[in-house]
């Protein structure tokens, strides 16, 4: 939604130095780009300096297509900058990983079909075929690959050329109940968001309601992350939580964690949509 | 706050079974004996009723001292209930235990010495001299026992004899930094509650901002939880957390969190003050 | 969700006073209801009772067909008792009123499809043309009545009618833009429920964002209330917030509050579905 | 607690316009300043770039007392700038004002004295005797200055000629139950912060918990803000709420809003002792 069309959105971090920001932002106002978003972050522990700017190239001086190498050329090297440089009028395209349940997968479709998510959803892909009349409804691709410990490999190839084909630039799974093999992940690095229904660390793995009940924990939550080798180790990118008391069931845990599972996968997906994400260690710098 | 003077409390469970409730109420009622408060849960799970009620005794005629006996007569052995009968004019006697952090301490002793929490606080009890200028301002005995490995058991014994000689029935732990042995739990079972500075079970044990921080959480928590043997695994009471993002540190992690804990901690020693709180199989009842 | 199948739900109030409980439940009991949920209130203000209990009707002695009968007989005069007699296999018909935009009319067809939520939707209603699609996509009726001063009134007799013939027990505006008239009001007492996007009792009428954003405040909300006759002023169900800051905009706001607006509205109509919802003097006991 | 000893904070707001961020960060970087604390804001709807820095001046080329000077004639009129600058060194020092209630005065005061509220507090003002006794414990003075419709005037001058002479920057009406007249808010633009019990703009004015148990809402809040002479309008600089239900009473909202009061001015007071609140047009910008 606040992705202006004719800009280029650049995410970067450095070793912190004095003049980093000053020079930046120099370099974009002399060459008559104009800044309509900046935001920097600081680290002062690990002396790192983050910042995400977005600039209207209406009247910018360098072609399109020659920002990234002069940017590499000026500033990269220079200062040892890690950068990525996205532009405002090219949308995402999100592959939807789903199994069984429908709520976070109906959450993200009706933020899609009604214009809210800037993205474009060339397919979904399922272990199960549960989930297709829902695609249906939303015409939007269904592949079945039911996926068994044995084909596993040969199966996950398989969908990563079908989203190779599809130009697939990132994965969200809706509640997919199925571990992502290392070479997924090697494939799609921070481009993977998971939902984990917990408030990680708590409750990793299977069954976390059933776990937070018998805990007896007063507060439930839900945890959007990058999918990283390690089982729901990622970087988180958004949590949120909502009350229980002892009246509460491990049912009725489940049916208050849906509704902070599709928000909060929702937010944790729009947010990366807007490039506004930046993994650093294994945390994310998440900007307004 | 809400303990009427010339009351009866009774907190119970048993094996839920038909009529109960009504057999309990009838009993009150027939008796003369004004319901004031009544607060009941079923857990369809495991079977068990639960149940918190207060009455006015003005008119109740069976005697103060008797009603016990009566009521382990006519219920505790017919329904196999476990019951706790308090009075609404004794008071909980507390003994606050501290290290080197105020900020819970000050909380109960400004609820304490205004009138809002409705307890005795004989002494404070500290592995340190530090804080007792605190107890100082407030007039309250401040006694250390240092701690080491060789002299806990020595010491604890002291401290539990101090304890018995002032008439302590809990004990809340504000920030005390050390491990309650088996002893003292054994003796104090469900009375001693402890603030865990996270959201629990995530980041058990020590520094668990510096944990938190380091996994990039989104939200930081507090828990206030009664002691049992197995470290911060007892029954949680209340927990409650609060937002960070990528531009908190571990001391702002920390200075956020400090206002969580004291929150909590007060929360649950009202309640537990209140008589509301009920352990069955290491979860808690919290009755509104 | 929780509905049982072959249960009656009773919600009641009455004046306080003593035994009342025991006596509703003995009732039950005698008869050989299984009481499956008991949750009551009372009100020591205005001393008032209030209960909501659930029972499972397959041993019960009183006929379905009689019970309501036999409660106002025994109870409802006695006790100057008013009482609402559901039972579990009944559905609640919802019409859903809608204008433009998606988002509270997606997550409620979400549930609605999933089965999470237990109604049937004979229909959806609404002035303008543009969400016909989405109704579309959910295979529901959806009908166009456009509202002008003039027409109102023959408008809203002409949707009166329609939903006495779709049998329609309740209606939720779904962020429908128009005022309900008096004669609807009355026909549906306590069954139109309405999503405001603020924080009620603050920003009442209409672009209450606008207004939270001139005002400055630091947290936004949502409220899903029963409609009276009096703009905004009806008995609140529910209401969530969330925080803002100084980066957000009117824009933010919006977006931030339609996430609030769904899943309050959702919850509320979940809450009224379950008949957990009792009104009392212009305020709701909303059972767990 | 975060504000360094040797630093200039610079607070500012003017018309936005291209390379204002980078003249003013090139500025401190080129007079050997370096930049420990830097966050900016632009409001693109009424075009107005704010920013907030904190630099060290241990290598610093331009004098300390010149630092204002320079930075008048080099930015403010050159870019219609209107800014404010501290010192790290410089405490603020602060004057309290209490009615009869205690837990927003032990609250700060407990910050005070632990070194987590970097201030001065050399007195507190009342108009009741009922809260000395918490002065005397924490030894610090307290003038009482009954106040009448009569010697309102009179008494509020005395008030301010010995504010003048302990030498008070700023002003907590820590639940101070009267209104402040024009004369003191001349006296101190933005420097007045109160404690409302209410989530404003909801509830203005006396009792609003009343107002809000008789409304039914299910969710009360506290809103710490800057005195104007419009009542509770002032810019609001933090807010809190926290969810209630049927079961609680006036009381019980009094009693958890304490909770919610305390702990939300503090945090407005610590902004403010930060310098990180900047007012514009009624609004706050509250930086990290």
């Known amino acids: 939604m606040n992705i202006q069309r004719n800009t280029a959105i650049l995410l970067m971090h450095c070793p912190d130095q004095q003049g980093i920001l000053a020079a930046v932002t120099e370099f974009i106002n002399q060459n008559k780009g104009n800044i309509v978003y900046l935001d920097q972050h600081v680290d002062y522990e690990q002396n790192v300096f983050f910042m995400r700017t977005e600039f209207d190239l209406t009247n910018f001086l360098i072609p399109r297509d020659k920002i990234k190498e002069y940017f590499n050329t000026l500033f990269a090297e220079r200062y040892q900058m890690e950068f990525s440089l996205y532009f405002g009028d090219q949308k995402p395209r999100m592959a939807l990983f789903v199994s069984k349940m429908s709520h976070c997968l109906f959450d993200i479709l009706a933020r ?16 199960h075929e549960d989930l297709r009349w829902v695609a249906d409804k939303f015409g939007i691709e269904y592949h079945v690959f039911n996926i068994t410990k044995e084909n596993k490999e040969e199966q996950e190839a398989k969908e990563m050329a079908l989203m190779k084909e599809k130009g697939v630039t990132f994965i969200v799974l809706a509640r997919y109940m199925q571990v992502i093999s290392e070479k997924m992940i090697a494939e799609y690095p921070n481009k993977i968001i998971n939902i984990h229904h917990s408030f990680l660390p708590a409750f990793i793995g299977a069954k976390p309601y059933h776990a937070a009940y018998a805990r007896g924990v007063k507060i439930i939550g839900a ?23 002892h009246k509460d069931t491990v049912q009725s845990f489940i049916h208050k964690g849906q509704d902070l599972e599709k928000i909060v996968l929702s937010r944790a997906v729009e947010k990366h949509v807007e490039r506004k994400v930046l993994v650093y260690q294994n945390k994310t710098v998440v900007f307004n």
């Open 223 to 245: 945890t959007g992350h990058y999918v990283t080798t390690e089982l729901d180790a990622g970087p988180i990118i958004e949590q949120d939580v909502a009350r229980v008391n």
């Open 112 to 127: 899609y079909t009604s214009g809210e998510l800037d993205v474009d959803i060339p397919l979904i892909i399922s272990n």
